[in-house]
């Protein structure tokens, strides 16, 4: 593919380069679909004539700064099937456009046409020292300037040291502390996109306490911000804030992405697991974001109100009252504050107000059938997330203090209620047994209220166990509407 734009771009008299990440990922072997070519040419006009030669989707992304992309579907193309190669207009020399760049590590370029030439010797335009750099493991500012002249590179520089395990040059790491507050002048589509893809990095801890040193935790989320110091009940072992930061390692311990100090062998062992959850985690959810990362955000989040509705009871204890509907709407107001999808935005809602609901579900026994539907019923697509929030709550309250006969309670709790609702599902939703016609007709009810009413009742029942034909759901409801009419 690359062959053929070259001969494009050489037939149309055009200098091409590739340049950024691309080349970057290639000199670590790693695999990516995302190519990037510089062009000294107007890339707003030769981009879509490069889709037209590759049966592809042209899609502008910046007209004033003429950057644009060329999507091409292809099943051998890296994770996703698909190659996206983005196009940037530069004038004058290579060397300067390299130094409008963000990082040393970005600021290689490779002359495409040598590239495609089979006998080429190929030599790499690293005027910042990128490929000494990457040798050695360290993320640079190419200038001085990097950070002011586009603050969504402070969130890009963490991400990029997560996804390497690469460390920071010190005078970089002095930059980043000094511009953080600039991070809130981003849009917040474009930050969205950097803190998912930093959520997808395994071993969430190193990069959320790194973040918070730089300054960027409480420039992103100033509400988390104020969870620093606030003590809990005894049985916390943190703080609310750096329980939050545990609860997000817990989800990755519990997800089998990533280790945890506190979590042994036997803790992760005892916890649920299977293939059918492994795919449940990994399903996307809007562009960008799967569970397994809205979970993870979720578990930063769920504890958000803490701070405010802290109060000392008449018993001496500290309550947290409604922390939970509270954090919900938090969540929601920063998660449009950053562009989220309405989807991705109902997810973590729906996880956050419902955290504490599975333990209060079981109260020492093992819930009820109609507890189970109900739960399922209110979570509506979150039930499971939701369960896993739970899990990553409870490790992230007790720490190094885990009392296994405790933890082995709510894993079990959880398990069964996981596999009741497997069952639920195969009693409820392949065999509709009356509907809003049937009740209607045969109790002579007016359309209404009443009518949803009752079959929201049946479908509880049958979930229950308690009906399992027709006969049996109208018996239901005649002994319902009698017991209502007294």
């Known amino acids: 593919m690359l062959a053929v734009v070259s001969n494009f771009l050489t037939e149309q008299n055009v200098k091409s380069y590739l340049v950024g990440g691309f080349v970057r990922d290639a000199l670590l072997r790693r695999e990516t679909a995302d190519i990037d070519i510089a062009v000294a040419a107007d890339a707003v006009e030769i981009a879509p004539k490069v889709a037209d030669v590759l049966g592809g989707r042209f899609v502008l992304l910046d007209k004033v700064n003429k950057v644009c992309r060329v999507v091409v579907a292809d099943r051998k193309a890296p994770s996703g099937g698909q190659w996206q190669l983005d196009f940037s207009t530069f004038q004058g020399v290579i060397e300067q456009d390299l130094g409008r760049r963000d990082f040393s590590i970005d600021a290689i370029a490779v002359d495409l046409e040598e590239l ?20 050695q493991g360290v993320i640079r500012a190419v200038s001085d300037t990097a950070f002011q002249s586009d603050a969504v590179r402070l969130l890009r520089a963490v991400r990029l040291g997560g996804e390497l395990g690469f460390v920071f040059e010190s005078q970089t790491e002095v930059l980043i502390q000094r511009h953080c507050h600039l991070i809130g002048d981003v849009a917040g589509e474009r930050l969205r996109e950097e803190l998912l893809r930093l959520l997808a990095v395994p071993q969430s801890e190193r990069f959320l306490l790194y973040l918070d040193e730089l300054g960027l935790v409480e420039a992103l989320f100033p509400e988390l911000a104020e969870a620093k110091g606030v003590e809990q009940p005894k049985e916390h072992f943190w703080d609310v804030f750096d ?92 998660l449009e504050r950053l562009r989220f999808s309405g989807k991705e935005i109902k997810l973590v809602e729906v996880m956050i107000k419902n955290h504490l609901r599975p333990g209060q579900m079981s109260q ?68 509709k047994l009356v509907d809003g016609y049937d009740i209607i007709n045969i109790f002579g009810l007016s359309p209404g209220p009443k009518i949803g009413e009752a079959l929201e009742a049946v479908r509880e029942a049958q979930a229950s166990g308690e009906v399992a034909t027709r006969e049996e759901a109208l018996a239901y409801i005649r002994e319902r509407l009698a017991t209502e009419a007294v």
């Open 116 to 135: 495609t030439r089979d006998d080429a010797d190929v030599k790499l335009i690293d005027p910042f020292h990128g490929w000494a750099d990457l040798k």
């Open 364 to 431: 020492g026994e093992l819930p009820t059938h109609r507890a189970i539907y109900r739960y399922f019923r209110d979570t509506e697509d979150g039930g499971i997330d939701t369960l896993f929030l739970s899990l990553a709550d409870h490790l992230a309250t007790r720490g190094p203090q885990l009392n296994l006969a405790g933890w082995q309670e709510h894993t079990r709790m959880v398990a069964y209620v996981l596999a009741q609702h497997l069952e639920q599902e195969r009693l409820v939703v392949p065999q």
């Open 243 to 334: 329980h939050s930061i545990q609860a997000v390692v817990a989800v990755d311990f519990l997800l089998h992405q990533g280790s945890w100090e506190y979590g042994s062998d036997e803790v992760l062992a005892i916890a649920p697991w299977s293939e059918v959850l492994a795919r449940h985690f990994v399903q996307p959810v809007s562009s960008g974001s799967t569970r397994r990362s809205l979970l993870k955000l979720a578990a930063l989040l769920h504890d958000v109100a803490k701070p405010q509705t802290k109060a000392i009871g008449e018993d001496g204890r500290t309550h947290f009252l409604r922390h939970a509907k509270l954090g919900a709407a938090t969540a929601v107001d920063i």
